[in-house]
């Protein structure tokens, strides 16, 4: 009689593994005023803070590109595209555009329905929908709470480990299609074997609405670049080339109204349009000196700002965070010459916004 074999492994977890994810690519950021702003290449950032990862400062000060292999044959384990709307704590629903599912509750609602960018209005869920909203007495527009969002894992060797590189972006008329697309060809031209297919991701600029603009796309790696693959990943050399190449050129991609902020999704924003802010009287005083042409909207930003703090019932840490800031900002604000950018952190209205870009 045979004896039975000793148990191994953890159900729902060992028959799931997952290299960590070593960081996140980008090409946006928050400024130093506190809104979004675009570029013209690409920064790694840890998953959880936010900080620049030093160690991909190997591939240049402005890296345009980087090299990864396909991480499975599953497009799912590796691939994610939903409709998604996110909270202060993570994801909080997500759908196809047919129906969408509450992550906390598992209730159904209804979806968006086909992602339409020229009548965003016209979406059938309200959360996919533009939103109005109340800042410092002002009624301004808001972007929708849900957007379509694609993420993507590929692996990425660095000097002694090798792990997830994710890429996020909301960039429905852009970023998304392409992405998508290229990976479903290689899925046919590899007939399911993706796993180590070694890409290039590369960031492309368009014309859009509001000037240039950046998106994600995959291409086709050179013989060099895949000798560099093979050398890093060494000893596994997991690389393996799909013969020919398998990934046409994305194409002109079309101009399209698509804010500053998509390929940042996930980023948090200066500051809530809704959130109470500390209990004060009024900004202390500084010697930094406003110039006259905004020092009157200045005072007034800032006064508004605050007149709000009677409704607030916040710690003595988030008081002082919030006077921090509002200190830096200034100093920012006289060290770069850009107050306009700083009435615009004080506001958050969307006109404010627009006039800085301008500017």
């Given at each position: 009689m045979t004896?039975?074999?000793?148990?191994?492994?953890?159900?729902?977890?060992?028959?799931?593994?997952?290299?960590?994810?070593?960081a996140k690519a980008k090409i946006g950021r928050m400024s130093a005023q506190g809104y979004p702003e675009q570029l013209d290449h690409v920064?790694?950032?840890?998953?959880?803070?936010?900080?620049?990862?030093?160690?991909f400062r190997k591939l240049g000060d402005k890296p345009?590109?980087?090299?990864?292999?396909?991480?499975?044959?599953?497009?799912?384990?590796?691939?994610?595209?939903?409709w998604k709307r996110y909270g202060e704590f993570g994801l909080k629903c997500r759908g196809d555009g047919e129906r969408g599912v509450e992550r906390k509750s598992g209730r159904e609602r209804a979806g968006a329905g086909p992602y339409n960018k020229d009548k965003p209005a016209a979406h059938r869920c309200r959360f996919?929908?533009?939103?109005?909203?109340?800042?410092?007495?002002?009624?301004?527009?808001?972007?929708?709470?849900?957007?379509?969002?694609?993420?993507?894992?590929?692996?990425?060797?660095?000097?002694?480990?090798?792990?997830?590189?994710?890429?996020?972006?909301?960039?429905?008329?852009?970023?998304?299609?392409?992405l998508f697309a290229q990976l479903e060809q290689l899925h046919r031209v590899?007939?399911?074997?993706?796993?180590?297919?070694?890409?290039?991701?590369?960031?492309?600029?368009?014309?859009?609405?509001?000037?240039?603009?950046?998106?994600?796309?995959?291409?086709n790696p050179s013989a060099h670049d895949i000798s560099c693959l093979k050398r890093d990943f060494a000893p596994l050399s997991p690389v393996r080339v799909v013969e020919g190449d398998v990934l046409p050129a994305p194409g002109e991609l079309p101009p399209l109204i698509e804010s500053i902020d998509r390929d940042i999704y996930g980023l948090p924003v200066a500051r809530k349009a809704q959130e109470k802010l500390p209990l004060a009287k009024t900004v202390p005083e500084t010697d930094i000196v406003i110039p006259p042409e905004v020092a009157s909207e200045v005072r007034a930003a800032e006064a508004a700002l605050w007149a709000q703090v009677g409704r607030a019932k916040l710690p003595k840490a988030k008081r002082d965070c919030t006077l921090e800031a509002v200190s830096a900002n200034r100093q920012v604000a006289a060290r770069e010459a850009s107050w306009p950018a700083y009435l615009c952190w004080l506001t958050g209205t969307e006109e404010l916004e627009a006039k800085v870009r301008q500017s």
């Open positions: 004896a039975p074999s000793r148990p191994y492994g953890i159900k729902g977890i060992t028959d799931r593994p997952h290299p960590s994810v070593l920064i790694f950032v840890e998953p959880e803070t936010g900080d620049e990862v030093e160690a345009a590109s980087f090299l990864a292999v396909l991480p499975s044959d599953d497009l799912d384990t590796f691939v994610d595209c939903a996919a929908r533009p939103r109005k909203k109340k800042v410092d007495g002002l009624l301004t527009e808001h972007p929708p709470e849900c957007k379509p969002v694609l993420s993507l894992r590929l692996l990425v060797p660095l000097p002694g480990t090798v792990g997830l590189v994710q890429v996020d972006t909301g960039g429905a008329a852009s970023s998304v299609p392409t590899s007939e399911g074997h993706l796993a180590g297919v070694a890409v290039k991701v590369i960031i492309r600029p368009f014309s859009g609405q509001k000037g240039i603009c950046y998106a994600w796309a995959l291409a």
